[in-house]
């Protein structure tokens, strides 16, 4: 009886750890480098990712695949227009945080305070968006 019950605490906390694991799978860690020009945010569908250029604020959707390479790509979601201001391009202006929607992330500037939302679908491109809602 004892066997048993130990045994079910052990499967119990473990059940937990690998439930929080998961959770935090798509949580972004915003400690990292803010002086690297690119980073990759992993999305809730395990095939794609989405690419910042943390210095001109330009998104895209990264896909790839195990069965094919015709299914892999890079296609670019929009860019912002302060992007154009040469003077204030620097890496780390921009930072992605994802939402509860798996589809939506916030990107925010980082020098002016500006938020983006970003849209993005893996089966109908035309869905992909950037535009600022502030």
Excluded at 115 to 134: E, F, P
Aim: proline residues 2%; aromatic residues 14%.
């Amino acid at each position: 009886m004892k066997k048993l019950f130990i045994f079910l605490i052990a499967a119990v906390m473990t059940i937990g750890m690998v439930a929080q694991e998961q959770s935090q799978f798509n949580a972004v860690n915003h400690e990292t480098n803010s002086a690297l020009r690119y980073k990759l945010y992993p999305t809730f569908n395990m095939w794609t990712y989405l690419k910042l250029d943390t210095q001109t604020g330009r998104v895209s959707m990264l896909q790839f695949s195990i069965n094919s390479r015709t299914d892999e790509g890079e296609i670019y979601i929009g860019i912002p227009m302060e992007t154009y201001i040469g003077n204030d391009a620097k890496n780390g202006r921009y930072e992605l945080y994802p939402t509860s929607n798996m589809w939506t992330f916030l990107m925010i500037d980082q020098i002016n305070g500006n938020t983006y939302h970003i849209q993005w679908s893996n089966k109908d491109i035309t869905y992909n968006q950037l535009y600022r809602i502030n």
